[in-house]
């Protein structure tokens, strides 16, 4: 899958969140991190939380918010969500 600089740029900005150190610093480096980690990005909260689900983590508690602000996801800011690590 290819990510565009939108979503490789919000990585780069905040995979402190999810990682203690840095695992990539360029564009580039991001783009295949991703890649390897079979990243995915969902148009919706809702296409998070079903695949969140379909993956196997339980949500049935989470609000949309708790969601929002867990580790592996990250708010693109154009409506989308990079979802890493599931």
Same mark, same amino acid.
């Given at each position: /899958?290819?990510?565009?600089?939108?979503?490789t740029?919000?990585?780069?900005?905040?995979?402190?969140k999810l990682y203690?150190?840095p695992?990539?610093?360029?564009?580039?480096? &991001?783009?295949?991190?991703?890649e390897?980690n079979?990243?995915?990005?969902? +148009?919706?909260i809702? $296409?998070?939380m079903?695949?969140?689900?379909?993956?196997g /983590?339980d949500?049935? $508690?989470?609000?949309k %918010?708790?969601v929002? &602000?867990? +580790? %592996?996801?990250?708010?693109? !800011? +154009? !409506?989308?969500y990079?979802?890493?690590g599931?």
């Open positions: /899958m290819e990510f565009d600089k939108a979503v740029d919000i990585f780069l900005k905040e995979q402190g203690p150190e695992v990539a610093e360029t564009t580039e480096e &991001a783009q295949a991190f991703l390897e079979f990243a995915v990005v969902a +148009d919706s809702e $296409e998070v079903d695949y969140l689900d379909d993956s /983590m949500i049935t $508690e989470m609000s %918010e708790e929002e &602000a867990a +580790d %592996e996801v990250f708010t693109i !800011g +154009d !409506g989308r990079l979802v890493v599931i």
